[in-house]
C-alpha cells in the first residue's frame, strides 16, 4: 500500500497567516491527489483536485502543489472559518489511503 | 444536482448483521465509481474499498477485505455495504462517495453504533 504521511498533525495559526501542509507519499503517485476540509460534525469536502486543481466554489486562497512524492496545501491568508482538519487522498493506486490528517486552529 | 443520499442512522448487537445504503441521483449512476470511507469516533479517514456501478467489479481495501461487502444495484441507483456479523470497532460514520478525482460529491453519512 501506498503510506500518505501529513505534516504537521497540527497547528495553531493567527488570522492572516500563510499556512503550509505537507503529504508526502512512499512512492509515486504523479498527480493523483486530492485534499479536503473537515469541519467537526461535518461532512469531508474537496478543496483541491490533481493535485493543484481548486474545487469550484473553493475560496482562491486555497492551494495546492506537487508531483510525484511530495505535495503541498497552502492557505495564503488563514480565515477563521478555516479551522478544521484537513486530509490528503492518493488516488492512484489501490488501496487508495489518506494522510492521518491535520487539524489547524486559530490562535 | 448531483446526490448521494445515505440511509439512517442504525444501532446494533455485536453478531448482528447489517446493510446500509447510498442512492445516487443527478447523474449516470453506472458512469462513475462509488467508494466507501470509515470514520471511527475522533479518528481520521480510512478509504475502505469501491464499486462500479456498470458491472460491479469491486476493489477493497486490505484492511477492510473479508471484513465487509461493498455491491450495488444499479437498477435503483444504489450501492450498499454489508457485514455480517458486527463488531464494537465497527462503531463508526460511513461515507459513501463518487470517486471522480478522489471524491467530489459525499453522502451525508451514517453512523453505525454496535454496543450490547
Known amino acids: 500500500d501506498i503510506q500518505m504521511t501529513q505534516s504537521p498533525s497540527a497547528m495553531s495559526a493567527s488570522v492572516g497567516d500563510r499556512v503550509t501542509i505537507t503529504c508526502r507519499a512512499s512512492q509515486g503517485i504523479s498527480n493523483y491527489l486530492a485534499w479536503f476540509q473537515q469541519k467537526p460534525g461535518k461532512v469531508p469536502k474537496r478543496l483541491i483536485y490533481t493535485a493543484s486543481s481548486l474545487q469550484s466554489g473553493v475560496p482562491s486562497r486555497f492551494s495546492g502543489s506537487g508531483s510525484g512524492t511530495e505535495f503541498t496545501l497552502t492557505i495564503s491568508s488563514l480565515q477563521p472559518e478555516d479551522s478544521a482538519t484537513y486530509y490528503c487522498l492518493q488516488h492512484m493506486t489501490y488501496p487508495w489511503t489518506f494522510g492521518q490528517g491535520t487539524k489547524v486552529e486559530i490562535k | 444536482e448531483v446526490q448521494l443520499v445515505q440511509s439512517g442512522a442504525e444501532v446494533k448487537k455485536p453478531g448482528e448483521s447489517l446493510k446500509i445504503s447510498c442512492k445516487g441521483s443527478g447523474y449516470s449512476f453506472t458512469n462513475y465509481w462509488i467508494g466507501w470511507v470509515r470514520q471511527m469516533p475522533g479518528k481520521g479517514l480510512e478509504w475502505m474499498g469501491i464499486i462500479y456501478p456498470g458491472d460491479s467489479d469491486t476493489r477493497y481495501s486490505p484492511s477492510f477485505h473479508g471484513q465487509v461487502t461493498i455491491s450495488a444495484d444499479k437498477s435503483i441507483s444504489t450501492a450498499y455495504l454489508q457485514w455480517s456479523s458486527l463488531k464494537a470497532s465497527d462503531t463508526a460514520i460511513y461515507y459513501c462517495?463518487?470517486?471522480?478525482?478522489?471524491?467530489?460529491?459525499w453522502g451525508q453519512g451514517t453512523l453505525v453504533t454496535v454496543s450490547s
Open positions: 462517495a463518487r470517486q471522480d478525482e478522489g471524491g467530489g460529491y
